[in-house]
Structure formats: C-alpha cells, structure tokens
C-alpha cells in the first residue's frame, strides 16, 4: 500500500503524536508498505533524513511558545499529493491538516483514517480567546457575569468541540482510538463510523535501554539518596502536575527525604512548578532536566526505581509504556488511557486522585525490594503486547477493511478489490 501520514506536528518537537507517526511509519515499512508523511516545517530545524518526509509550510506565530501552526492551505500538499497514487490517507489531527486531508480523499477518491490522539477539550486553555475568558470568569465578582461566562465555557468545552470532533469522525473511512477507553467514549459520542483500537508501538530500542548509561544517570541524578523517581511529561496544565507536587510532599512526609524526583520534559508550568517545589519545601526532592532526547527515555526510566504519574487528560499511556518497558513500575492516578495500560499489583499502580493514596502506593514500592521487583518484571511483560511490528501489523488489517468497505462502497474503487494498487 502507498500510504500518506498527515500531521500538524512533527520532529523537532516533542509530543506524543510525533512519536506515534513515526514508530507506525517505521513499522509499516518494515512490512513492504511506502509511507509518506507530510509534516510542517519547523523555522531553523534541518535534521530531515528521511526521503518520504515532505514538509509544507508553516506559519510564524506558534500556540503556547513551541506549538507550530501548520499552513494546510499551502498548495505545496497537493501539489506533491497528485503525483504520489496514494492508497489511503491516514491523517492524526481534525483541524486544520484534517480538513485538508478529507478534501484530498474526496477530491482523488480515496479512503481517510483518522486517529483521535487527543482530548480536545481538554486542551482550550492553549486558544487565546477560551483562556482569556477563563481567566476572566474567576476573577469576576458579578454572580450573573460569572455564571454567564462558566455556561459560555461549558458551551465550547462540552458542546461546540465534541460537536465538531463527531462530525469530523463521521466524514472518516475508519477511526482509531488509542486505547479501549478512548474507544467506549467515541461510540458514547455518536460516532457512527467503523472504530478501531490500536495504541502506539513501542521500538525494539525501548527494551534494551543502556545499562551504562542508566547507571551513569543513577548515579548523577539521585543526589546521594537512596531512591530515584522520574516521570515523563510536557510541563502544562493539563497534565495535572501541582497534584504531582503534592503528592511528593506527601511522600517526603511518609518517607523523609530519602529520594529524587526527576522530570524529564519542559513547557511552559516549568517556572511555576519550580517555584511551588520550593514553596512546598520539597525543592531539593525535585529536579527539572528539561527536554531528553526519545532515544535516552529508556535509560533514564531505567535509571528509576519508580515511574510517577498524574495526568487526567491521556488517550494512552506511551510515556507509561516507555517506563513499563524499561522495567520501570509505575504509580499513575486512574483515568481514561492510563487505565487501559496499568494493571495494579502487576506492572504498577492505579490511584484515586487522593496525594494520601497515591503517596502510599510510591511509598509501598520504594520500601518493599520484593514487591518492586515483581511489579518491574510484570512490567516488561506487560509492555511486550505493544512491539512496534506487532502494532503496524494491526494497522494492516484495519486499512486493508477500510479499503475494502470503501471499494464496495464506491464504483470508482473496485480495482483496488482485486488488490491494493493494483491496475488502477
């Protein structure tokens, strides 16, 4: 199959959806398939090295600092789309390069998968306008004023964007959920076309970290105590970080100052959660390294005795598998994503939102050598089930369907029933 990756963000910058069309690309290669990814340009960044990239253009203001803006209106797309006979589209965002991406199926008669990396809603803060008008609502004293604002925001939040993510998923071939969870709230949200479930694979590098080097991170990082913490994250609000602090002090309560807590990531909560480290007293616990390179994750989850995590808005747990992988076990509040990949007393933990609770589950790992073994052997094999190869074997099948339910569907397709690209 010829396949297009549509996406409105890529390399250089760090984010789950990079990672995700990367290791499919990577994978459905590897089994004979052509993958071209269409992905926007980043202003200073050359360290493209792979032929089947195509970059378009992007615009100058970003969303949040480091968030390009993707010009999907650059006719660049299209212009190189037309000469590459593409099977399929497989496009990972609804705004913006999704738009252009149902256009191009329409327009060449070729199925769109869609896959739903993101709660959208979770996200408005990002968008000037919600977070002025969020800012504003807590500020106010008027009650009319306030309750006025509060409804125009659950208006945006739990009407107008799931309206917009329903329709968008109903113009698709087939949709992909990351997780069974993401799966159950689509089909709760009307959507009507065919839903897949399909997480992101893990390479082969993620169960081979370096144990050199992961000895070398222990020793540098753990500041001369007994335990090492890490957690993986972009430093934002939706990530529920300020819980995370909270429950080190917690912890630090339970324990005493006996560990060294990591952050691996940046955003912009990164001065504001340094400060309230400090504040919580907990300033000498807490280090922020800023952005790792991907290919080192592993060694530094490697380096842990303990993978801690507190964010509400994930539709997988890439970062928890990462960390499972590594033999890294793992203690995350129970929410959607999170849920579909932490399984308790085998590969890690599951809390309520409770500091109490999910302190004592790290505590518990940190003091028991037994239990904590256990658990980072439970997660290795847990991790196992996500093998890069095996998740591009599962994308196979499901565009394989797709193709098929589109060629019966469509008189213009019925060569492609015979086989994928084939005498058209």
């Given amino acids: 199959m010829r396949i ?34 269409f992905a926007p340009e980043y202003p200073g960044y050359d360290g493209d090295d792979d032929p089947y990239l195509i970059r378009y253009g992007s615009f100058s203001h970003t969303l949040s600092g480091d968030v390009q803006i993707p010009n999907c209106f650059d006719p660049k797309i299209e212009d190189i789309f037309e000469i590459l006979d593409i099977d399929l589209i497989h496009v990972h965002h609804p ?69 917009f993510i329903r329709h968008f998923t109903n113009r698709c071939d087939l949709v992909i959920a990351p997780s069974r969870s993401m799966a159950f709230h689509l089909r709760n949200q009307e959507v009507e076309t065919p839903v897949e479930v399909m997480p992101t694979g893990l390479p082969d590098s993620a169960f081979t970290p370096d144990q050199i080097h992961a000895g070398e991170i222990r020793r540098n990082c753990r500041n001369g105590k007994p335990h090492l913490l890490c957690t993986v994250s972009r430093l934002a609000e939706e990530k529920n970080l300020s819980f995370l602090l909270k429950g080190l002090v917690r912890l630090k309560e339970q324990i005493g100052d006996s560990f060294q807590m990591i952050f691996l990531g940046d955003g912009p909560m990164r001065p504001l959660l340094s400060a309230q480290a400090e504040e919580m007293g907990i300033g000498n616990c807490v280090t922020f390294l800023g952005n790792v390179p991907n290919r080192e994750i ?104 797709m193709l098929r339910r589109y060629c019966y569907s469509n008189a213009s397709g019925w060569t492609r029933a015979l086989g994928f690209h084939v005498n058209r």
Avoid at 5 to 34: C, D, F, W
Avoid at 148 to 163: E, F, K, R, W, Y
Avoid at 325 to 346: E, I, L
Avoid at 381 to 386: C, I, K
């Fill in 95 to 163: 705004m913006m390069i999704g738009q252009a991406a149902l256009r191009l199926g329409r327009k060449y008669h070729i199925p769109v998968a869609f896959t739903y990396h993101t709660r959208y809603e979770m996200y408005l803060h990002y968008l000037k306008p919600y977070a002025l008008l969020q800012s504003w609502v807590e500020k106010t004293r008027d009650p009319i004023l306030s309750s006025a604002g509060s409804g125009l925001l659950h208006c945006v939040q739990d009407g107008i964007v799931p309206g």
């Fill in 298 to 401: 592993a060694d530094y989850c490697c380096a842990c005795d303990a993978f801690l995590f507190a964010s509400k808005s994930e539709t997988q747990g890439i970062v928890l598998l990462e960390a499972m992988a590594a033999g890294c076990p793992v203690v995350a509040v129970n929410a959607s994503g999170t849920g579909d990949v932490v399984v308790s007393g085998k590969n890690g933990f599951l809390t309520g939102e409770d500091t109490g609770e999910w302190s004592g589950r790290a505590a518990q790992i940190l003091q028991n050598s037994l239990l904590r073994e256990s658990l980072a052997l439970g997660a290795r094999q847990s991790a196992r089930e996500y093998g890069f190869l095996q998740i591009a074997g599962k994308a196979q099948s499901y565009y394989e369907s």
């Fill in 4 to 37: 297009a990756m549509m996406t409105n963000n890529y390399k250089p910058y760090i984010g789950g959806v990079p990672i995700s069309v990367e290791r499919l690309a990577q994978g459905l290669r590897e089994l004979g398939h052509i993958v071209y990814i």
